[in-house]
């Protein structure tokens, strides 16, 4: 079956610009994390969606960043007015969504965000 | 904060020989370790686990050491192979956290022929 997948792969833009990050979790997952890697960092969660429940938007790093997930499924992540900081290695993940710390989590390939 | 951290951005290890990636942290209510690798332009993928009830897991030429009281585990790769080459980064959660994982910055193996 098909895995996580993510779009676009890369994405350049300039800054002040919007941006929008896709993601398809893996059919049947309920849980779907967004996290990122920028140079030199490990991957850095950002939100996390769970069901029908309120998403843990706890790891956003400013009120730029916002996400949804429609219908359970397909989730996007907004960046508003991009800055240089925000480029980064944006990875989606999906789990089956038991025991949400103990599951693997299934990565996407990730989109390469450069903001100019 | 860094509450994972893996302070060896680099290792390298030939053929045949025992590869050691260790990981450190720092919340002591972290009760589930993961160890993910990454390959260049793909998303990480699951390697193994630990849960802190146990000190050890092995799978296949993996094993992963947990030692709570000094909070660290590492991983184990025996007998290394070129296509181990990866970065791998280790992981943490916890039962009362948020619903996510808390990664190291990684370590790249390189595995020399």
């Known amino acids: 079956g098909a895995g996580v997948s993510q779009s676009p792969s890369n994405k350049v833009t300039e800054k002040g610009k919007d941006v929008e990050l896709r993601c398809d979790p893996i059919?049947?997952?309920?849980?779907l994390y967004w996290y990122r890697q920028s140079l030199g960092q490990g991957l850095e969660f950002l939100i996390y969606?769970?069901?029908?429940?309120?998403?843990?938007k706890s790891g956003l790093p400013s009120d730029r960043f916002s996400a949804e997930r429609t219908g359970g499924s397909v989730s996007t992540l907004t960046i508003q007015r991009t800055q240089q900081e925000d480029s980064a290695v944006y990875l989606c993940?999906?789990?089956?969504?038991?025991?949400?710390?103990?599951?693997?989590?299934?990565f996407g390939p990730g989109t390469r965000l450069l903001v100019l | 904060d860094q509450q994972v951290k893996q302070n060896s951005p680099s290792l390298s290890v030939q053929e045949g020989r025992i590869s050691i990636l260790n990981c450190d942290y720092t919340?002591?209510?972290?009760?589930?370790f993961l160890w993910y690798k990454k390959y260049p332009a793909e998303g990480p993928t699951f390697l193994i686990s630990?849960?802190?009830?146990?000190d050890k897991n092995e799978d296949g030429r993996f094993t992963v050491f947990l030692n709570k009281s000094a909070k660290h585990l590492s991983l184990h790769i025996v007998p290394s192979q070129p296509g181990d080459s990866a970065v791998y980064f280790c992981?943490?959660?916890?039962?009362?956290?948020?619903?996510?994982?808390?990664f190291g910055t990684g370590t790249r193996l390189t595995v020399i022929p």
């Open positions: 059919s049947g997952h309920t849980a």
């Open positions: 630990i849960s802190s009830i146990k």
């Open positions: 969606f769970q069901g029908n429940s309120a998403p843990d």
């Open positions: 919340n002591s209510m972290f009760d589930y």
């Open positions: 992981a943490a959660s916890s039962p009362t956290g948020a619903n996510n994982l808390f």
């Open positions: 993940a999906s789990s089956l969504g038991g025991l949400a710390g103990a599951e693997t989590q299934y």
